[in-house]
C-alpha cells in the first residue's frame, strides 16, 4: 500500500511545468489508482495552486475515476449475475453524490416491510399487490411523467432517495426487492417502455435459461403502480407503435440488456448538454457492450 506521505509528495509535484517530469508523476498516481483521489481532492480545493495544477489535478481525477469504472463494469459485463452490482458502479460514477451505503439501506428497508408479509400459501397476484403497496403507497414511489427525460431519472440513487424515476430505475427496484424475497420477477426490454414479468416457475430464474413467450405468467408495469399487463396488452401496445411481432418482447432480458439501457437512456437525456464530458464517458462505457 502506498502511504499519505508518498501520495502527498508526488501531488505537490503536478504543477511542475516540465513535461516530461508531469508526464512520470502522472503515471505513477494513476498506477495508484483511487486511493490518491481525497489527496487529490484535498489540494485542488485547500492548497493555493495556480490554474495548471488545478487542471492537471481535475483531469487526474477524473481519469483515475473513470478507468476505474471501466475496469470493474468490464468485469461484471463478463459475469452479470446481480443486477444491482452493474447498476450500482454505473449510478456510484455517473451520480456519486448518492452513496453505495445508502442504496443498500434503503432496499434493506423496503424488504423489512414486505418480507414478513410473504408466505408460501400466495398467490403471484397477491405477491405482487404486496410489493406494490410497499413501492407506491408506503414509500410512495412514482413515475416522474412532468421530467420524464430528466438525466436524474436514470439514477437509481436519485429514485431511492427522492422517490421519483423513469419506467427503468422503478423496474431495477422491483427486481431487486423480488430477488431478496426469491419471487421470479424478470426484466422485459419493451420498446419505449420498460415493464417486468412474472416468470411461471421460479426455476426459470437460473443463468442462461432460453425464454420463450409462455415462461411469463404475467407483465407488470412498475411505472404505473404495478399495474398488471396480459400478453394481449403487450400485442395491442406494439401494434399501437408500429412495431411487428418479435419474441424478445415478450420474454425476460438479460441484466446487460438493462444496464446497456441505462446508458441509451442517458445518452439521450445529455443529448442537448454542453457536458462533453459525460457524454464521451457515456459512450466509452457504452463501448463495452459490443
Not at 414509500?139 to 436519485?158: L, M, T
Not at 424515476?165 to 420477477?185: K, Q, V, W
Not at 442517458?266 to 454542453?274: A, F, V
Request: hydrophobic share 35%; proline share 4%.
Amino acid at each position: 500500500m502506498n502511504g499519505d506521505n508518498e501520495i502527498a509528495a508526488l501531488v505537490r509535484l503536478l504543477d511542475d511545468p516540465d513535461e516530461n517530469i508531469f508526464d512520470q508523476i502522472k503515471e505513477k498516481l494513476m498506477e495508484i489508482g483511487p486511493e490518491c483521489i481525497p489527496s487529490l481532492e484535498k489540494a485542488r480545493f485547500e492548497d493555493n495552486y495556480g490554474d495548471l495544477f488545478i487542471s492537471r489535478a481535475e483531469h487526474l481525477i477524473h481519469d483515475i475515476g473513470f478507468g476505474t469504472l471501466k475496469k470493474v463494469h468490464e468485469k461484471w459485463l463478463k459475469f452479470p449475475v446481480k443486477l444491482i452490482d452493474g447498476v450500482t458502479q454505473l449510478d456510484q460514477y455517473f451520480f456519486p453524490n448518492i452513496t453505495a451505503s445508502f442504496i443498500q439501506h434503503e432496499i434493506n428497508e423496503m424488504i423489512k416491510d414486505i418480507q414478513p408479509y410473504i408466505h408460501l400459501n400466495m398467490t403471484p397476484i397477491e405477491k405482487v399487490k404486496l410489493i406494490n403497496q410497499v413501492i407506491y403507497e408506503i414509500y410512495k414511489v412514482k413515475g416522474d411523467k412532468k421530467n420524464y427525460h430528466d438525466p436524474k431519472n436514470s439514477s437509481f440513487g436519485h429514485l431511492l432517495q427522492h422517490k421519483r424515476g423513469n419506467p427503468l430505475t422503478i423496474s431495477m427496484l422491483y427486481i431487486e426487492l423480488a430477488r431478496h424475497m426469491n419471487i421470479p420477477i424478470k426484466g422485459v426490454n419493451l420498446p419505449n417502455h420498460f415493464i417486468v414479468g412474472y416468470l411461471r416457475d421460479s426455476s426459470l430464474m437460473n443463468t442462461g435459461t432460453s425464454y420463450k413467450r409462455e415462461d411469463i405468467l404475467f407483465y407488470i408495469n412498475p411505472f404505473s403502480k404495478g399495474v398488471i399487463l396480459k400478453h394481449s396488452d403487450i400485442d395491442d401496445f406494439l401494434k399501437e407503435i408500429r412495431l411487428d411481432y418479435n419474441e424478445y418482447y415478450f420474454i425476460p432480458c438479460d441484466h446487460k440488456d438493462i444496464t446497456k439501457r441505462m446508458l441509451t437512456n442517458l445518452i439521450y437525456s445529455y443529448r442537448k448538454s454542453e457536458n462533453t464530458q459525460i457524454k464521451n464517458d457515456l459512450k466509452s462505457i457504452l463501448e463495452l457492450y459490443k
